[in-house]
C-alpha cells in the first residue's frame, strides 16, 4: 500500500534525478571529479540511501554517470556517451504556421511512432516563440531538441543562438548553417516525374511552381529545367512559371499556356491546386484527354489515402518526421552529424490523370 511517506520519498527521488540530470546536461559539474556520494545526496534531500542509489542508477543506466570502483561516481563526457544509452524524455515540435493539414498530420506521425517506441513524449507548438522561453525551458529539462518544421528566416537568428548554446535542433526542409536538416528529395523526384511523362510521349511539360526564396524552390526549378534540356528542348526555362500563396489568377494560367500553347503536361505546387482546380473547370479542360497532370505533393484533398484520379509526387513526411526525431536523439547523446542535407526519396503515384498526349483544343 502506498502511504505517505512513500509518495514524499517518490518526490524527493525523482527531485534528485532531475536536479543531477539538470546539472550534468548543462555542464555545470567538474568531468574529473567524482561527483556527491550516496550518503551525501541521500543527507541533502532528506531520504534514503537506497534511495539515491536508485536516482544514481538511473543515470547510469543513461549513460551519463559512471561508477568507478574504488573512486566514486563521474559525469561521463559528452563526447564518451553512448547514442544507444541516452534516453529522450520530450521532442519539441515547431510547426510553420500556414501549412497543410495532411503536412502536419504525417510529420507528426512519424515523430509520434518514434516517441511512441522509445517511450518519450512530444509536444507540438505552432504559436509565436522567443530565444529566453526555449533557453529557459531547455534549461530546465522541459524538452530534449527541437524539430523545426520549415522554419521562416525571421526565427533564424534563434535557431542560430540555439545552436551556439548546443542544444539538439533539425529543421525540416530548410537549411540553417551548422544544424542538421532533413528534406524532401526534389531533384531525383522532378527528375523522375519528367523522364515518365517523357516515357509516356511527352515533350511539350509545363512546370508551375510556388514563388518562394527558399533555396529548395530554386533548385527543383533548376533540375526541371535540366531534364527539358537534356530531352533537346530549347529555351526550356521558358516552360517554368511561378505565383506567390494564393495569388495565382486564371488570366495569369491563360498567359502560362498562350507562351507555351503545345504543352500536353502539367506539373504544378501541391500549394496551387485549388487555383488549377478551379481553372481547369472554367475553361473545361479534361484530364488526362487535353492535358496530363501531375501534383508535386499531397493536400487535404489530393493524397495517396484520398479517391481521386490525380497523379501526384508524394513526400514521404512520415519517415522525415522518424528521422528528425532519430537525429534529436543522437545529438543528445553526443553523436556528430553531418552538415549536409539528408535527403528523403519520394514515390510517384500514378493515376487516371496521365495519358499519352494529344495536341491541346485551341479554344483553352
Known sequence: MINNRTIQNLKAYSKLEEDLRKSILGGKLSYSAPISTEAELSRMYGIGRSTARKALQNLVDEGLLSKVHGRGTFIVPPEERSPELVRLT???????????????????????????????????????????????????????????????????????SLRNDGIPQVTISRQVAGVPSIAFDYVSGISKTVKFLRDIGHSEIMFYDLDNPAPIFSARQKI???????????RPENHVFTAKFRTL????????????????????????TNEFMEYFKAANIRIPEELSVIILGETDQFNMDNQHPYSILIELRQLIGTRAAELIKKLKGGGKVTDEQILIHGELMIRQSCASPVKLLATR
Open 90 to 160: 520530450k521532442i519539441l515540435v515547431i510547426m510553420a504556421p500556414a501549412s497543410e493539414q495532411i503536412y502536419d498530420r504525417k510529420l507528426i506521425s512519424g515523430i509520434a511512432d518514434y516517441a511512441y517506441t522509445h517511450q518519450c513524449q512530444f509536444e507540438v507548438k505552432k504559436d509565436a516563440v522567443t530565444l529566453s522561453q526555449l533557453r529557459s525551458q531547455y534549461e530546465n529539462l522541459k524538452f530534449d531538441g527541437i524539430i523545426w518544421e520549415r522554419p521562416g528566416s525571421e526565427v533564424y537568428p534563434i535557431i542560430e
Open 249 to 272: 489568377t486564371h488570366e495569369q494560367i491563360r498567359h502560362a499556356f498562350a507562351i507555351c500553347p503545345d504543352t500536353t503536361a502539367l506539373i504544378f505546387s501541391s500549394t496551387l
Open 224 to 234: 526541371f529545367v535540366h531534364e527539358l534540356r537534356k530531352s533537346g528542348r530549347l
